[in-house]
């Protein structure tokens, strides 16, 4: 148990176009959802805590205008990046903690490529 | 402040040899500890956790970790490596208060030689 997906798995898109990302929790349900962007050969970086059914709470520096999330249920989170520059280009990574527990389990991820 | 830190940015080891992750974290009274395994690519798999109870934790892959209260360590061992484990190792721990957000250590390369 404790499966999270992403989809898409990669996308490539042009400069100033949104491109939306979904994370799910499949077989569990998640009350709160994580949403991580990673550069090459670093460490994981926290963009926002999304929990469901109220707005997302956005770690220092991340513009949350730029970075839409929307946690409309207890399995499904979207990041979407608005206007996205070649700046915006890397790995996103969402994570999800079933109701009540302290664990994260991972999404596989999604290589944004923004030309 | 909390932290949470990767001594190792890379380590190399023969298939076959033992390895031991190390990370050294500050938490507050009740550690929640993590470790996570990425392969090139991929998004995280838990490899181990620690919350409270048996010290001696076993993980997935073939790995085990202690938590040393007094070394402030949880740090996973495998007796014997398999060219598989190539990967991206990370620690992590909660952050302060009751967010559940982690703080991740810079991570660990292993490379795995034949």
């Known amino acids: 148990g404790a499966v999270v997906s992403q989809h898409p798995s990669r996308v490539i898109c042009k400069s100033g176009t949104s491109v939306k990302i979904e994370c799910r929790s499949l077989d569990f349900q998640a009350t709160t959802m994580f949403w991580y962007r990673q550069f090459p050969k670093k460490s994981l970086m926290l963009m926002a805590t999304?929990?469901?059914?109220?707005?997302?709470?956005?770690e220092q520096g991340v513009e949350k205008d730029k970075f839409l999330i929307n946690h409309a249920s207890l399995t499904l989170s979207t990041l979407t990046v608005t206007s996205a520059h070649p700046e915006d280009s890397s790995f996103y990574i969402c994570?999800?903690?079933?109701?009540?527990?302290?664990?994260?389990?991972f999404g596989p991820g999604t290589r944004l490529l923004v030309l | 402040a909390q932290s949470v830190t990767q001594p190792d940015i890379h380590i190399t080891v023969s298939e076959g040899a033992s390895l031991e992750l190390r990370c050294n974290y500050s938490?507050?009274?009740?550690?929640?500890l993590f470790w996570y395994v990425q392969s090139p690519g991929q998004g995280l798999q838990l490899l181990l956790k620690?919350?409270?109870?048996?010290?001696l934790v076993q993980g997935i892959k073939g790995f085990e970790a202690e938590f040393k209260r007094s070394q402030s360590s949880f740090n996973p061992r495998k007796p014997s490596v398999h060219w598989s484990d190539a990967a991206e190792y990370f620690c992590a721990s909660h952050g302060s208060g009751n967010t559940g957000k982690l703080i991740f250590g810079q991570g660990t390369t292993l490379q795995v030689k034949p």
């Open positions: 999304s929990n469901e059914g109220s707005k997302a709470t956005y």
């Open positions: 620690y919350f409270s109870g048996d010290t």
């Open positions: 938490y507050g009274a009740t550690p929640y």
């Open positions: 994570s999800a903690t079933r109701t009540g527990q302290e664990t994260q389990y």
